[in-house]
């Protein structure tokens, strides 16, 4: 086609010649951040990086190939544990980190684990996981328990957190006003008791919880290894 028409495959731009997997994988991400899962599909990734759909298959098999790399690329953000750093600590770090990373990218929340074909960071992530634990002295049935209790947390709590009908102090104080006067009177004591005494004071903050209900996790954990010798 005369003045240089596009051409099913070939890139929009002299530019677009260099993409890489790690470009589309990247690009996939800023979209899903932005828009969520539902806006993702290979068409609207090469849009975003301006070059053909078809030049994306050069690199990425297809949507749920796309999704491996994103998930892969989630784990490289988060802390690998130490492990031979002091369990307690490196493990605590990497479910404090893990938090950040997947509020910044809430799309992968439900994710994570849910891939059959999990991608070298990934895997390399849970071997630090498991050698932390390993070289504790966690037996590994122990070891089994502990990853599963802490990734039960990590991501139990972000889909209550990332779920939540209030957004921010006075989002929830508008709220708990509006739910408390529709209560008959004398119903419900303990639920008006948490509300009204702690709440809905000023700098309640829901997240807080994370990491109370990690030290829980640890102590348990903790104990645990101690019963066993470790």
């Known amino acids: 086609m005369a003045g240089g028409g596009l051409v099913a495959g070939r890139p ?35 849009r975003r990086l301006e ?16 999704l491996d790399g994103m998930v892969d690329a989630v784990f490289t953000e988060f802390h690998a544990p130490d ?37 070298f960071e990934t895997l390399r992530h849970h071997d630090a996981v498991l050698g932390c634990l390993r070289e504790a002295g966690f037996s590994l049935r122990l070891t089994g328990h502990a990853f599963a209790l802490l ?22 104080a508008e709220l708990g006003e509006l739910l408390l006067s529709s209560l008959p009177e004398g119903q419900l004591p303990y639920f008006k008791e948490f509300s009204l005494e702690h709440a809905l004071r000023p700098g309640y903050d829901f997240g807080d919880e994370f990491e109370v209900g990690l030290d829980l996790v640890l102590d348990g954990l903790e104990a645990r290894l101690a019963a066993e010798g470790g």
């Not at 690009?27 to 609207?44: F, H, I, K, N």
């Not at 053909?52 to 796309?66: C, F, I, Q, R």
């Not at 493990?91 to 992968?108: D, F, I, M, T, Y």
């Open 83 to 119: 492990v031979a750093g002091p369990w307690r600590a490196e493990l605590r770090q990497r479910s404090c980190s893990a938090r950040e990373v997947l509020k910044a990218h809430p799309w992968a929340v439900g994710l994570m684990d849910s891939r059959r074909n999990p991608g």
């Open 12 to 46: 929009k731009s002299a530019g677009a010649a260099a993409l890489t997997r790690t470009d589309i994988v990247r690009a996939a991400m800023v979209l899903a951040d932005a828009e969520g899962l539902a806006a993702l599909s290979m068409r609207a990734v090469a």
């Open 51 to 66: 070059v053909e759909a078809m030049s994306l298959y050069h690199h990425v098999a297809n949507k749920d190939g796309l």
């Open 151 to 172: 990734d039960a947390h990590l991501y139990g709590f972000l889909v209550q957190e990332l779920s939540l009908a209030f957004d921010g102090e006075q989002d929830l």
